[in-house]
């Protein structure tokens, strides 16, 4: 079949869909009128009863938090889905990949610093202010990438040792769902709260949500770290006077 | 009322379906994915949103809060869309060092 | 105490991490072993739930969040029969294929292992869940474990255009659901199947919802794989390594199917009703059109892998007759369809494994007379393909006699023939490649085949007794469930279940417990004569499909070149169709998704 066939009969079915679409979108409560109770009455319940002023966090770590259980499995295989297919991929030609300006690095590091305890920030207070897990795990990795951006391989590669990493990975992933566990004996749930709720507006409080927050935070933040790591290896070639221990496996 | 930010999630959704139908290239073609999911944000949170509605994080006073489910569904929603991008992007890899092309019309081995 | 419903999904996802944390550190003899153990304890909870589920429906809420006034809060999942069914289903067929990959995978098999207990957690998640988003999760988790595993032979080009095909269809298909599950929350403000079917019942349909059943439906239509949604499962099941196809086979299609079932009967049932002969020509129509499409697109390969895969296809789109009727025993019919026809290919499958194992090539015409080295593996696929023809009293039979009398109370009486003539052809073309290949008929040379690109690498390390022995068990339970006793009566009980909205918004919702009486004795299935003589006509249907594809030279002249003349063209045409570039595959998605929703948004509309 030719490109042009396939344009073309998707023009016109494209424009069906779209049409169909618009049909069903405009059955909605227009923009702005969300009136529904699940919203309103979690944005009512959850700070009571989970002192937590972050209701997205409480949704994301208790209300939902099996929904959560799912999303960071899938981070976690998409991990190792990636490690499975870029398991033989090395580039014959190495690119220079150091960075030779002092100033840059030296920025580079200061900013990797503070970007690293601003992902700790996010993470830490995630259920008391905007923030949580995922956020803050993706912005500590991020801290890790920026080192290689204004460092080089050698810098990064040292910082992120793959066997390590890739155990805070598994770790944090089966530490959520042992965490349901938990709840199953104490709370008679699988993920139900089995801690104190402590006090809103202090890390003290939501129960057992700062445990899974953490436990998220570490699991995406090794995920971000190993997926960066495996798409850098690709086309990162060592020099000869230095060879990561690459092919893990 | 309007309704202009459903139109929205419907044109990113139907013009990301139309990249990823006509691309020519595999990394395109996950960007174009991204758009189409794109979509799904929009729509979402433009469910979600209630005039006058602050984030809902209630700290330390209690005011009108737009739907916080949305938002955590976008959460979930953006993982997926991560997720899904590192793995065609690393298949987009093993492609050009197959056949030398990110080209998906290009790369089909066989047919029939 | 309900709790049990979250191990089906919890263990794997720990065993998963477990497995990824220690498994580098596990002694070589025993490396296979914690992940054969967790799944096999993952159907072992599962068929606890299942056998309990019988007497009643078990509901458990994730955090203790259980519904006020009716209102949901959490996330829930709901056990009846049907889904606790498919996830011992899933269960079973991959610890089965963890038990036959033993020693298999010579490379990265600590990752294989986590992705395949993964993919289990999924599986057993969608059929368990009781929330719209919450399928999508899983629906999600799934996707990303299997597109990962269909490109593990990522150094040959094959298994990349196959990961990728599939990785890019199934994940428009994920957005479609996601679509559709954001107009339903946007329109009923709940995510819960049974908060959404309860808010929905008694109203008419309008575009919202309309939209947001074709779109939902449309993205499990390619899940499962049926025509025009169809093409990414041949090139992903050809180029998947044998263990890994096995599961795709025998469960993730059939997933696809159950959740359409799911949704229609728990969340549109009330609205769509009214209207059910609309929902219920455009699947029929849809199903049919796939099992004889596939049927024959079965007939035209040379390569087992693909040939089993449009058998896969054909048999979804027979079962999704089933579903299609919106009947209790045609439910039941399409239920005992996909166990049984997932278990015969799965052995098929792992079969096929073996072959290449010993002869490094799954190409039927390369294979011609070498499997006579193999008599009793023959005797296995021969019994697999006897199981998927539904012979009377074997296999397939129980779920196509059941689907026969459903569609005859419904007055279809041109329905089951046909499905009768889809089984046939796609039973007849394994019949074919297996006649070839461990008799030795037939010629060498096909000209009408589909010509292939060599094949995979064989993993040679494998223990062929361990292979053989796994292929011989699953077939059997295949065969065996044709006259299970009591098995009819029990999936027709839990098919009425299935489709009690009242019952089961009332149980997750309220609360309100419903005891089930014992379930019925134990007696033998006994068909009507009409069913026996469709079972018996599609044997020899096959039996005459395989002998045109072997001996077809030996029809006279004249009569072969005007087959030739009339056929040639379709069959040139089928192969282009399936061109095996993504770009169609997604044209074709849209195409059918306007198309149906076209269709309903005229006939579903309004009171």
Same mark, same amino acid.
């Given at each position: 079949m030719?490109?042009?066939i396939?344009?073309g009969?998707f023009?016109v079915?494209?424009?069906? *869909?779209?049409?169909?679409l618009l049909?069903?979108l405009?059955?909605l409560p227009?923009?702005?009128h969300?009136h529904?109770?699940?919203?309103?009455?979690?944005n009512q319940?959850?700070?009571n009863?989970?002192?937590?002023?972050?209701v997205v966090g409480a949704v994301?770590f208790?209300?939902?938090?099996?929904?959560?259980?799912?999303e960071?499995?899938?981070?976690?295989?998409a991990?190792?889905g990636v490690?499975?297919?870029l398991?033989?991929d090395?580039?014959?030609?190495?690119?220079?990949?150091?960075?030779?300006?002092?100033?840059?690095?030296?920025?580079?590091?200061?900013a990797a610093?503070?970007?690293?305890?601003?992902?700790l920030?996010v993470v830490a207070f995630g259920?008391?202010?905007?923030?949580?897990?995922?956020?803050?795990g993706?912005?500590l990795?991020?801290?890790?990438?920026l080192?290689y951006?204004?460092?080089g391989?050698?810098e990064y590669?040292?910082?992120?040792?793959?066997?390590?990493?890739?155990m805070?990975e598994?770790?944090g992933?089966?530490?959520?769902a042992?965490l349901g566990?938990a709840?199953?004996?104490?709370?008679?749930?699988?993920?139900g709260?089995?801690?104190?709720?402590g006090d809103?507006g202090? *890390?003290?409080?939501g129960?057992s949500?700062? *445990?899974?927050n953490?436990?998220?935070?570490?699991e995406v933040?090794a995920?971000m770290i190993l997926?960066?790591s495996?798409f850098?290896?690709?086309?990162?070639?060592?020099?000869d006077d230095?060879?990561?221990e690459?092919?893990?496996? | 009322?309007s309704?202009l930010p459903?139109?929205l /999630?419907?044109?990113?959704f139907v013009?990301?379906?139309?990249?990823v139908?006509?691309?020519r290239?595999?990394?395109?073609?996950?960007v174009?994915?991204?758009v189409?999911?794109?979509g799904?944000?929009v729509?979402l949170?433009?469910?979600g949103y209630?005039?006058?509605g602050?984030?809902?994080?209630f700290?330390p006073?209690r005011h009108? /809060?737009v739907?916080p489910v949305v938002?955590?569904?976008?959460?979930?929603?953006i993982?997926?869309?991560?997720?899904?991008? /590192?793995l065609?992007?690393a298949?987009?890899?093993g492609?050009?060092?197959?056949s030398?092309?990110?080209n998906?019309?290009e790369?089909a081995?066989?047919?029939? | 105490?309900?709790?049990?419903?979250a191990f089906p999904v919890a263990l794997p996802?720990v065993g998963?991490a477990?497995?990824?944390?220690t498994d580098?550190?596990?002694p +070589?003899?025993?490396?296979?072993?914690?992940?054969?153990?967790?799944a096999?304890?993952?159907?072992?909870?599962?068929?606890?739930? =299942?056998?309990r589920?019988? %007497?009643?429906?078990?509901?458990h809420?994730?955090?203790g969040?259980?519904?006020r006034?009716g209102?949901a809060l959490?996330?829930?999942?709901?056990a009846?029969?049907?889904?606790?069914?498919m996830a011992?289903?899933?269960?079973a067929l991959?610890?089965?294929?963890?038990?036959?990959s033993?020693?298999y995978?010579e490379?990265?098999? %600590?990752l294989?292992r986590?992705?395949?207990l993964?993919?289990?957690a999924g599986?057993?998640?969608?059929?368990?869940?009781?929330d719209?988003f919450?399928m999508f999760v899983w629906f999600e988790?799934?996707g990303?474990?299997a597109?990962?595993?269909?490109?593990?032979s990522?150094?040959?080009?094959g298994?990349?255009q196959?990961?990728l095909?599939?990785?890019i269809t199934?994940?428009?298909a994920?957005?479609?659901l996601?679509?559709?599950?954001?107009?339903?929350?946007?329109?009923?403000?709940?995510?819960?199947l049974a908060?959404i079917?309860?808010s929905?019942?008694?109203?008419?349909?309008?575009?919202?919802? !309309?939209?947001?059943?074709t779109?939902?439906v449309?993205?499990?239509?390619? +899940?499962?794989?049926?025509?025009?949604?169809?093409?990414?499962?041949?090139d992903?099941?050809a180029?998947?390594?044998?263990?890994?196809?096995?599961?795709?086979?025998?469960?993730?299609?059939e997933?696809?199917l159950f959740?359409?079932a @799911?949704w229609?009967w728990t969340?549109f049932?009330g609205?769509?009703d009214?209207?059910a002969?609309?929902v219920r #020509?455009v699947?029929?129509?849809?199903?049919l059109v796939?099992?004889?499409?596939?049927a024959?697109?079965a007939?035209?390969?040379r390569?087992?892998k &693909?040939?089993?895969?449009y058998?896969?296809?054909?048999h979804?789109? !027979?079962a999704l007759?089933? !579903?299609a009727?919106? #009947?209790s025993k045609?439910?039941?019919?399409a239920?005992?369809?996909?166990i049984?026809?997932?278990?015969?290919?799965?052995?098929l499958f792992?079969?096929?494994g073996?072959l290449?194992?010993e002869?490094r090539?799954?190409d039927?015409?390369?294979?011609h007379g @070498?499997g006579?080295a =193999?008599?009793f593996?023959g005797?296995?696929?021969?019994l697999?393909a006897?199981?998927?023809?539904?012979v009377p009293? !074997?296999?397939?039979?129980l779920g196509h006699s059941?689907?026969?009398?459903g569609?005859t109370?419904?007055?279809l009486?041109?329905?089951?023939?046909l =499905?009768m003539?889809?089984?046939?052809?796609?039973?007849?073309?394994?019949? &074919?490649?297996?006649?070839r290949i461990?008799?030795?008929?037939g010629p060498r040379?096909?000209?009408?085949?589909?010509p292939e690109?060599?094949?995979?690498v064989p993993?040679?390390?494998a223990?062929?007794?361990?292979?053989?022995?796994?292929t011989?068990?699953v077939?059997?339970?295949?065969?065996g469930?044709?006259f299970a006793p009591g098995l009819?009566?029990?999936?027709?009980?839990?098919s009425? &279940?299935?489709r009690d909205r009242?019952?089961?918004?009332?149980?997750t919702? #309220?609360?309100?417990?419903r005891r089930y009486?014992p379930?019925?004795?134990?007696?033998?299935h &006994?068909?009507?004569?009409?069913?026996?003589?469709?079972g018996?006509?599609a044997?020899?249907?096959?039996?005459a499909?395989?002998?045109?594809?072997?001996?077809?030279r030996r029809?006279?002249?004249?009569?072969r @070149?005007?087959?030739? @003349?009339?056929? #040639?063209p379709?069959?040139?045409?089928?192969?282009?169709v399936?061109?095996g570039?993504?770009?169609d595959?997604?044209m074709?998605?849209?195409?059918?998704?306007?198309?149906v929703?076209?269709v309903w948004?005229?006939t579903l509309?309004?009171p």
């Amino acid at each position: 079949m030719t490109r042009q066939i396939r344009l073309g009969v998707f023009t016109v079915a494209g424009c069906g *869909l779209a049409a169909f679409l618009l049909w069903g979108l405009a059955g909605l409560p227009g923009f702005g009128h969300y009136h529904w109770p699940y919203g309103n009455v979690l944005n009512q319940v959850a700070p009571n009863e989970r002192h937590t002023s972050n209701v997205v966090g409480a949704v994301v770590f208790d209300y939902r938090g099996f929904d959560t259980l799912g999303e960071e499995f899938i981070l976690f295989s998409a991990v190792v889905g990636v490690s499975l297919l870029l398991r033989k991929d090395r580039e014959e030609a190495a690119p220079a990949d150091r960075v030779r300006s002092d100033p840059i690095m030296a920025t580079g590091a200061v900013a990797a610093a503070l970007l690293f305890v601003l992902g700790l920030w996010v993470v830490a207070f995630g259920y008391v202010t905007p923030g949580g897990g995922f956020q803050g795990g993706v912005v500590l990795a991020g801290a890790f990438l920026l080192v290689y951006l204004t460092g080089g391989y050698r810098e990064y590669h040292a910082l992120t040792p793959h066997s390590p990493v890739e155990m805070a990975e598994a770790i944090g992933a089966g530490a959520f769902a042992i965490l349901g566990f938990a709840g199953i004996a104490y709370a008679g749930s699988y993920l139900g709260n089995f801690l104190g709720i402590g006090d809103a507006g202090s *890390l003290y409080s939501g129960g057992s949500i700062p *445990l899974l927050n953490w436990a998220t935070a570490v699991e995406v933040c090794a995920a971000m770290i190993l997926l960066f790591s495996e798409f850098l290896k690709t086309y990162v070639i060592p020099t000869d006077d230095w060879r990561p221990e690459l092919g893990p496996r | 009322m309007s309704y202009l930010p459903y139109a929205l /999630a419907a044109w990113l959704f139907v013009v990301g379906l139309y990249g990823v139908v006509s691309s020519r290239n595999l990394i395109h073609l996950a960007v174009c994915l991204t758009v189409m999911q794109s979509g799904t944000y929009v729509l979402l949170l433009a469910i979600g949103y209630k005039n006058g509605g602050a984030a809902p994080i209630f700290r330390p006073t209690r005011h009108k /809060a737009v739907d916080p489910v949305v938002q955590a569904l976008t959460l979930t929603d953006i993982v997926v869309s991560v997720t899904v991008v /590192a793995l065609i992007l690393a298949l987009a890899l093993g492609a050009h060092k197959e056949s030398g092309s990110v080209n998906p019309d290009e790369i089909a081995d066989f047919s029939g | 105490m309900s709790t049990i419903l979250a191990f089906p999904v919890a263990l794997p996802l720990v065993g998963a991490a477990f497995v990824a944390l220690t498994d580098d550190w596990t002694p +070589k003899a025993v490396k296979e072993f914690p992940a054969m153990l967790i799944a096999a304890a993952t159907v072992a909870f599962s068929t606890v739930i =299942l056998v309990r589920s019988e %007497r009643t429906t078990l509901v458990h809420w994730f955090g203790g969040w259980h519904p006020r006034h009716g209102l949901a809060l959490g996330v829930g999942f709901v056990a009846e029969p049907l889904g606790a069914g498919m996830a011992v289903l899933a269960g079973a067929l991959v610890t089965a294929s963890l038990v036959y990959s033993w020693r298999y995978m010579e490379e990265a098999p %600590r990752l294989y292992r986590v992705l395949m207990l993964v993919f289990l957690a999924g599986m057993s998640g969608f059929a368990l869940s009781g929330d719209i988003f919450n399928m999508f999760v899983w629906f999600e988790l799934m996707g990303v474990a299997a597109y990962a595993l269909a490109g593990y032979s990522i150094e040959r080009l094959g298994p990349i255009q196959g990961a990728l095909n599939f990785a890019i269809t199934n994940t428009v298909a994920a957005l479609f659901l996601l679509f559709g599950t954001a107009l339903l929350y946007g329109h009923t403000g709940a995510l819960n199947l049974a908060q959404i079917g309860r808010s929905l019942a008694g109203h008419h349909a309008g575009g919202v919802v !309309i939209v947001a059943f074709t779109l939902l439906v449309a993205g499990l239509l390619v +899940k499962s794989a049926v025509v025009p949604f169809h093409f990414w499962l041949a090139d992903a099941y050809a180029v998947s390594p044998v263990p890994v196809c096995a599961v795709f086979a025998g469960a993730m299609s059939e997933v696809g199917l159950f959740g359409i079932a @799911r949704w229609y009967w728990t969340v549109f049932s009330g609205p769509l009703d009214p209207h059910a002969h609309a929902v219920r #020509d455009v699947l029929l129509a849809m199903g049919l059109v796939t099992a004889l499409v596939s049927a024959v697109m079965a007939f035209l390969q040379r390569h087992l892998k &693909r040939l089993l895969a449009y058998t896969v296809i054909s048999h979804v789109g !027979i079962a999704l007759c089933g !579903i299609a009727l919106l #009947d209790s025993k045609a439910l039941a019919g399409a239920a005992n369809l996909v166990i049984s026809n997932g278990f015969a290919t799965a052995g098929l499958f792992f079969a096929c494994g073996v072959l290449l194992r010993e002869f490094r090539t799954v190409d039927e015409l390369l294979l011609h007379g @070498r499997g006579r080295a =193999l008599p009793f593996l023959g005797v296995v696929v021969a019994l697999a393909a006897v199981a998927l023809v539904g012979v009377p009293y !074997i296999g397939s039979f129980l779920g196509h006699s059941t689907l026969d009398e459903g569609a005859t109370e419904h007055g279809l009486r041109w329905l089951p023939p046909l =499905l009768m003539l889809a089984t046939g052809i796609s039973a007849g073309a394994v019949l &074919r490649a297996a006649a070839r290949i461990f008799l030795g008929w037939g010629p060498r040379e096909d000209s009408l085949l589909t010509p292939e690109p060599p094949d995979e690498v064989p993993e040679t390390q494998a223990s062929r007794p361990v292979m053989v022995a796994v292929t011989a068990v699953v077939v059997l339970i295949g065969i065996g469930l044709g006259f299970a006793p009591g098995l009819e009566d029990r999936s027709e009980h839990a098919s009425d &279940r299935f489709r009690d909205r009242q019952a089961y918004v009332e149980r997750t919702l #309220d609360g309100k417990v419903r005891r089930y009486g014992p379930p019925a004795p134990v007696v033998l299935h &006994r068909a009507k004569p009409s069913s026996i003589a469709y079972g018996i006509g599609a044997l020899l249907i096959a039996i005459a499909t395989a002998a045109l594809g072997l001996y077809r030279r030996r029809v006279p002249a004249t009569a072969r @070149r005007a087959g030739a @003349r009339l056929l #040639d063209p379709a069959v040139a045409g089928l192969k282009t169709v399936h061109s095996g570039v993504v770009g169609d595959y997604v044209m074709w998605i849209t195409v059918g998704t306007a198309l149906v929703g076209g269709v309903w948004a005229l006939t579903l509309h309004g009171p």
